[in-house]
Each structure stands twice: as C-alpha cells, then as structure tokens.
C-alpha cells in the first residue's frame, strides 16, 4: 500500500518563504507530484519529480529524496494568493494512478 | 487547448435516490480518472480507465457506484442508491498515457446527500 503524510496547516507571512514537507510510503516508486488547490476549486499541476534533486519553477521549487522517502515544496516571496491547499501525490510502479496526501492548508498573512 | 469539462457543477439530492455525472476529458488524453474528495481530505481514487478500458477500480463501492466512458471520450459516474457519506466533490481528470505528465483536472461536481 501507499502511506503519504503531510502537515495539516501552516501559516505564513507575505513575502516570507514556506517550506511543505512530504514524507510517502509507497510499493514501487514512479514519481512524485504537487498540486495547489484553491477553496472550492480544482486541483492544478504544480510540480514533478522523478530524481533525487530540487526543480525550480519561479518561486516554487520541489525537491525529492528518494532514499528517505521525503519530499518538499518550497514557495519564496510570498503572496496573498499562494493561500491554498497544497497536495502532495505519488505514483507508484508504471503508470498506476496517484495516490494524494489529504493536503497542507497554506494561509499567508500580512 | 480545452480543458476538463464537467457537469453538472452542484447537485443536491435525497439519501437513496440516484445520481449522475458527466466527464469530457482532454482531446486525445487516453486515461481518465474519477477521484472522490471528501471536505478537508485529499482526492481518492475511484476508476481509472484506458481507453474505453477499466485499469483499476479495487476502490470503487461496485455495490452502489458505476462508471462507464463511452468510445473511450466522455465518462460517466453514477450513485444508486446515494448515502450520505456520499457527500463530497467528486473530480474527473485527464492525462496522456506518457508517464511524467501531471493529471488536468476538471472543476467537479459537489454532490450534497441529505
């Protein structure tokens, strides 16, 4: 089975840098995802990772340690409308479906 | 390019009558998924399909779900009878069988059991 963990929320000031831990469990390692998920809308794709090492997109980065099992997502320079649910999500051997932690609630203050 | 497109947006409905809603996914995305998300939990897997095929769905409640995708295009999820636990958002995506790509989701649809 799949074990995905993630805090349940943070809070931030604007401009600041916040930093989402992932730590997942999982049968067989494909892939690891983070989605940002506005209140009562969809999730969207935020970043991949497949290999050990950070990717940086803008001010968000993503960062995977296969060998502890850990993920992270780094947010820089803060604004009001990064407040969200982060998910963290997992794919296990080939080409299985995602399987999602329950999501970290971002708020970000002034 | 389009996005997910699902319908309808909200539906309320009576513990025990049926329900059902609609996914059309991204032009030439093979691979369709139904994902209940239940308020303040992550999205959980119901049905993933290939094509017109069913690949996984060890997650779905077969006694009162069902889900068909039609040519291997649109999807549709259905609720007979529908329990109160029923009661969450319920996301259609859509990916390219190439694995790496992340899943576009559609806004869902808030289903309301009382």
């Known amino acids: 089975g799949q074990n995905i963990d993630q805090p349940t929320e943070m809070t931030a000031t604007e401009g600041a840098i916040v930093q989402i831990n992932c730590t997942y469990q999982?049968?067989?390692?494909?892939?690891l995802f983070w989605y940002q998920q506005h209140a009562g809308e969809a999730p969207t794709f935020l970043s991949y990772n497949v290999l050990d090492g950070l990717e940086e997109k803008g001010r968000f980065s993503s960062f995977l340690s296969r060998s502890k099992g850990y993920s992270y997502l780094l947010l820089k320079e803060l604004q009001m409308k990064d407040s969200a649910s982060y998910l963290c999500a997992v794919r296990g051997s080939g080409n299985t479906p995602l399987v999602f932690g329950k999501g970290t609630r971002l708020s970000v203050i002034a | 390019e389009a996005g997910v497109a699902q319908s309808p947006r909200y539906k309320i409905i009576e513990k025990r009558q049926s329900v059902a809603f609609w996914c059309n996914p991204i032009s030439g995305h093979a691979t369709l998924y139904w994902y209940q998300q239940i308020l303040g939990q992550g999205p959980k897997l119901l049905i993933q399909f290939q094509n017109n095929g069913v690949v996984d769905d060890s997650q779905l409640p077969k006694d009162r779900f069902s889900a068909e995708r039609l040519k291997g295009v649109d999807s549709t999820l259905k609720i007979q009878p529908a329990k109160l636990e029923d009661s969450a958002v319920y996301l259609c995506?859509?990916?390219?069988?190439?694995?790496?790509?992340?899943?576009?989701f559609g806004s869902g649809t808030r289903l309301t059991v009382v």
């Open positions: 995506a859509s990916s390219p069988i190439s694995i790496g790509y992340g899943y576009t």
């Open positions: 999982t049968s067989g390692f494909n892939g």
